[in-house]
């Protein structure tokens, strides 16, 4: 038995719709060519319409006049139709329309027969992201979490995490059973290709906070891929980030029963020295850790059959 969790809104949406035009292709898709050459870099927010820190980040890159200096910068606010659903009354119900759009990205799933407010809007994005070499795609969580960058299983997206530097947290990530992530498609999730892509979780959907950390997470990748020249300094926060932790996620530990429950309360990165330790139950089932020093990513609060209770991992560097 758990109580729900009732989040206090301190962030909520932000007006986008200036940015409706675009660039002329998809609404709500802007793309700014340097005229050089370059990457295709993209930042895209609201794959989640209720993971509004995105759509902060976002108008804060407009608002700043942020341009490439050489490739293509493309600013993407994904699942328009569920943000402007807001309501901060039912502040979860946003997410999605129809269905899931993180979760169709699989080249069968859009070429298929099947049909959705969210499947019309990923196979109209999809040509643009067929180009696209190196992606930021932000997100939120429905509980406070540490922020947290999502690397995927090949090398190419740790690499982008280690680059940028920042949030502190790396988590490597196989993605979803349930469906491919959009940072999974195709060329993103090939360990041989050099395109790149990652996710960043950037805390709870309506802390202050997570606006802060969406932009601050924009602004160094884009100083990463050397996109907005020096002026790009002026407008990322002083200091240096805290030095970051990689975490290999060995396993993903489902809920069985409404009967689940885990020992203590998590946070989520607590560390478990020693292996055998009893972390949660759930009847006569008792949930142990394997090993020594398992890290305990993303714990549920809400305990529902099917769903994820708590992700292991393993610190790697
Ligand atoms: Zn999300």
Redo the contacts with the bound molecule.
Sequence with gaps: MTIPYVPVIELGPCPIGAYRAGSGGPEYVTTYDSGKPGPHVMINAL??GN?VCGAHALCFLFENNVRPVRGKLTLSFANVAAYLRFDPSLPFDS?FVDEDF?RVWDPAVLDGASDSVELTRARELRPLIDTVDLLLDL???SLPNAPMLLAGTTSQGLELARAIGYPAQVVIDAGHASGKRMRDYERFGDPQSPQASL?V?CGQHFEKSAAAVAIETALRFLDHCDMAGPSIQELLPSGTPARQIVTHITEVVAIDSENFAFEREFEGFEIIAQSGTLYARDGDTEYRTPYDNCVMVMPAYDIQPGLTAVRLGRIVE
């Design positions: 794959t989640h993971e997410r993180n997100h939120s969580t996710l979780e």
